[in-house]
């Protein structure tokens, strides 16, 4: 059996659009897919998923981006939807009533069909009109609102017996966990049949959700953060090899003539085995100064987390944090110590970091942690600054920069903005970065790389 021309050309296309997300899939894995897809064949569309998955999936946080592309290109059907019933809702309102039954029933099959009719009847938008037409999965669930069913469906499971006061709480838990699988039903069917209308490709480059570790810091949603929070632990062992690699490297020094020249003589004179002076490994100390305001702190809590997460590569590590004030929080990101779901929650009700409005004053925070913990900085220290260098229109105070860099092993400036953004309103990024190096770090993919090129060895 060989794959159909027309499946060739199909999975050629997924694999580019995987390739466009992110997800490194090459001419191997592409080769393996397609001789999943000749085993498998297509009559199981879920064994076709978990068949392609295992061939082109090759790391974790990556399986939501493959599915949603896997629906695009391979959909469960054209067209509008087909219902398996006798008398469809006609309107929002009868519905929302057979959205409550198949919630209530847990009926897959019915959830399926529903969402799709939802997208017809309530998701259109302009269709037929011109070119801006489509179909949103937004305006649907807004219309919808299945997220208030909750009340209505717990009823009709009492009343069928499938739950009771005492269960209340697990009961409204799975309500819960079944109308976000029907939201993300509803997300499927709306890219799908935008899809028929734009075409695949423009539908996968902009509606599809990046991956947690391409999703930029300022733009992360709460639940995205937490993803990310759950990889700290995966990501640091990767990043700890590599950096133990570098240093396995580096410990080796200049040539030492006098023994290279010795072990010559065995071999005619001639070096073929040149001899090195090692050098004494000496772990670094690694300093944190982080941005705790706004949509910032997500990204300074993230990378506080990582780097604690690595400890044990270096011989110190020392955190502080600062909105308008400056206070030491290394006590809060220790071992044992540190919750990642309340760390942000933690830093700004029990460190000194907020001292008039929560909005960030670089200047004063700089001020203070050079008149208080200068000492803290040495000759092994390097210093990584967390924030997005948005001054509110405060005096920056290069000053305590320069004094953090005349006394520092290196300083490093990660900001988690776009560059094109570096100087525009109260922007202080480009003077701060004539001073030290700035580098762009808006997503957990981008923070990996620079941790593992820019932290000493």
């Given at each position: 059996?060989?794959?159909?021309?027309?499946?060739?050309?199909?999975?050629?296309?997924?694999?580019?659009?995987?390739?466009?997300?992110?997800?490194?899939?090459?001419?191997?894995?592409?080769?393996?897919?397609?001789?999943a897809?000749?085993?498998?064949?297509?009559?199981?569309?879920?064994?076709?998923?978990?068949?392609?998955?295992?061939?082109?999936v090759?790391?974790?946080?990556?399986?939501?981006?493959?599915?949603?592309?896997?629906?695009?290109?391979?959909?469960?059907?054209?067209?509008?939807?087909?219902?398996a019933?006798?008398?469809?809702?006609?309107?929002?309102?009868?519905?929302?009533?057979?959205?409550?039954?198949?919630?209530?029933?847990?009926?897959?099959?019915?959830?399926?069909?529903?969402?799709?009719?939802?997208?017809?009847?309530?998701?259109?938008?302009?269709?037929?009109?011109?070119?801006?037409?489509?179909?949103s999965?937004?305006?649907?669930?807004?219309?919808l609102?299945?997220?208030?069913?909750i009340?209505?469906?717990?009823?009709?499971?009492?009343?069928?017996?499938?739950?009771?006061?005492?269960?209340?709480?697990?009961?409204?838990?799975?309500?819960?966990?079944?109308?976000?699988?029907?939201?993300?039903?509803?997300r499927?069917?709306?890219?799908?049949?935008?899809?028929?209308?734009?075409?695949?490709?423009?539908?996968?480059?902009?509606?599809?959700a990046?991956?947690?570790?391409?999703?930029?810091?300022?733009?992360?949603?709460?639940?995205?953060?937490?993803?990310?929070?759950?990889?700290?632990?995966?990501?640091?062992?990767?990043?700890?090899?590599?950096?133990?690699?570098?240093r396995?490297?580096?410990?080796?020094?200049?040539?030492?003539?006098?023994?290279?020249?010795?072990?010559?003589?065995?071999?005619?004179?001639?070096?073929?085995?040149?001899?090195?002076?090692?050098?004494r490994?000496?772990?670094?100390?690694?300093?944190?100064?982080?941005?705790?305001?706004?949509?910032?702190?997500?990204?300074?809590?993230?990378?506080?987390?990582?780097?604690?997460?690595?400890?044990?590569?270096?011989?110190?590590?020392?955190?502080?944090?600062?909105?308008?004030?400056?206070?030491?929080v290394?006590?809060?990101?220790?071992?044992?110590?540190?919750?990642?779901?309340?760390?942000?929650?933690?830093?700004?009700?029990?460190?000194?970091?907020?001292?008039?409005?929560?909005?960030?004053?670089?200047?004063?925070?700089?001020?203070?942690?050079?008149?208080?913990?200068?000492?803290?900085?040495?000759?092994?220290?390097?210093?990584?600054?967390?924030?997005?260098?948005?001054?509110?229109?405060?005096?920056?105070?290069?000053?305590?920069?320069?004094?953090?860099?005349?006394?520092a092993?290196h300083?490093?400036?990660?900001?988690?903005?776009?560059r094109?953004?570096?100087?525009?309103g109260?922007?202080?990024?480009?003077?701060?970065?004539?001073?030290?190096?700035?580098?762009?770090?808006?997503?957990?993919?981008?923070?990996?790389?620079?941790?593992?090129?820019?932290?000493?060895?």
């Open positions: 059996m060989t794959a159909a021309p027309g499946l060739t050309g199909r999975l050629a296309e997924f694999v580019r659009a995987l390739r466009a997300q992110g997800i490194p899939a090459g001419p191997g894995e592409t080769a393996d897919a397609a001789a897809l000749e085993v498998l064949g297509l009559d199981d569309r879920e064994l076709v998923r978990e068949g392609l998955a295992a061939a082109l090759r790391r974790g946080g990556q399986r939501t981006v493959f599915d949603a592309a896997f629906d695009l290109y391979f959909p469960a059907g054209v067209g509008a939807p087909e219902l019933r006798e008398n469809p809702p006609q309107d929002r309102e009868e519905l929302r009533e057979a959205l409550a039954a198949a919630l209530a029933e847990g009926d897959d099959q019915a959830l399926d069909q529903l969402a799709g009719l939802a997208v017809d009847l309530l998701g259109q938008y302009g269709v037929g009109t011109g070119p801006g037409g489509g179909y999965a937004h305006q649907t669930l807004d219309r609102q299945p997220q208030t069913l009340a209505q469906v717990l009823a009709a499971m009492r009343a069928a017996g499938a739950a009771d006061e005492f269960t209340d709480r697990l009961t409204r838990d799975e309500i819960r966990r079944r109308v976000e699988g029907f939201r993300g039903r509803v499927t069917e709306a890219r799908r049949r935008a899809a028929e209308l734009r075409g695949r490709e423009r539908i996968a480059k902009h509606a599809i990046p991956a947690a570790d391409r999703v930029d810091f300022l733009l992360a949603s709460r639940t995205q953060l937490a993803e990310l929070r759950r990889t700290i632990q995966p990501l640091s062992r990767k990043l700890a090899t590599r950096l133990a690699a570098r396995k490297r580096t410990t080796r020094g200049q040539i030492d003539l006098r023994r290279t020249l010795r072990r010559s003589l065995s071999t005619g004179g001639v070096p073929l085995r040149p001899a090195y002076r090692h050098r490994p000496g772990r670094p100390e690694i300093i944190l100064l982080c941005d705790l305001s706004g949509s910032v702190a997500g990204f300074a809590n993230f990378t506080m987390l990582l780097v604690q997460a690595l400890r044990d590569q270096f011989s110190k590590i020392r955190v502080f944090g600062f909105v308008d004030s400056t206070d030491e290394t006590h809060l990101v220790d071992t044992g110590a540190a919750d990642p779901e309340q760390l942000g929650a933690r830093m700004l009700s029990e460190a000194a970091v907020v001292r008039w409005d929560g909005h960030s004053d670089y200047g004063r925070a700089l001020g203070q942690f050079t008149a208080h913990w200068l000492d803290a900085v040495g000759p092994r220290t390097s210093v990584l600054i967390l924030g997005d260098a948005r001054t509110n229109g405060g005096d920056p105070n290069l000053e305590a920069v320069r004094a953090i860099r005349s006394r092993r300083v490093h400036w990660l900001n988690p903005e776009r094109s953004l570096w100087g525009t109260d922007s202080a990024a480009p003077d701060y970065a004539e001073l030290v190096e700035m580098h762009e770090c808006r997503n957990a993919q981008q923070l990996g790389v620079l941790v593992t090129r820019l932290l000493p060895t």
